[in-house]
């Protein structure tokens, strides 16, 4: 199984960029299509990016859309999420999760699509 680890979360501005990372262990990395969650207080789990195993698709959710981008780089065993124009509705703690999956098309979108999850980063945007 694969464990993850995110960082790179902080407190900035409106307006302003983050990166997210989420680094994978103990498991074949690129064997494994990849996702971003959010949650923030009260509220439930929310969907902010998928990418597949390659990183040949990416979807995103759609109050991200234009501002937030996926990437991942499986030499280094590791997924980004370039947040830009970051607004004060971002804030939420932000989770990786993973699944095992070597699709080419197919992006998972709901929690329980995915098996394993990180420990999550807080994200503060100050208005």
């Known amino acids: 199984q694969v464990q993850l680890v995110e960082s790179g979360g902080g407190l900035v501005q409106a307006g302003g960029s983050l990166r997210l990372s989420c680094a994978a262990s103990?498991?074949?990395?690129?064997?494994?299509?990849m996702g971003w969650f959010r949650q923030a207080p009260g509220k439930e789990r929310e969907f902010v990016a998928g990418i597949t195993w390659n990183g040949g698709k990416t979807y995103y959710g759609d109050s991200v859309k234009g501002r937030f981008t996926i990437s991942r780089d499986n030499a280094k065993n590791t997924m980004y999420l370039q947040m830009n124009s970051l607004k004060p509705e971002d804030t939420a703690v932000y989770y990786c999760?993973?699944?095992?999956?070597?699709?080419?098309?197919?992006?998972?979108?709901?929690?329980?699509?995915?098996?394993?999850w990180g420990q999550g980063t807080q994200v503060t945007v100050s208005s």
């Open positions: 103990g498991s074949i990395f690129s064997t494994y299509a």
């Open positions: 999760a993973a699944v095992r999956s070597m699709s080419f098309v197919w992006v998972a979108v709901r929690t329980d699509e995915y098996d394993y």
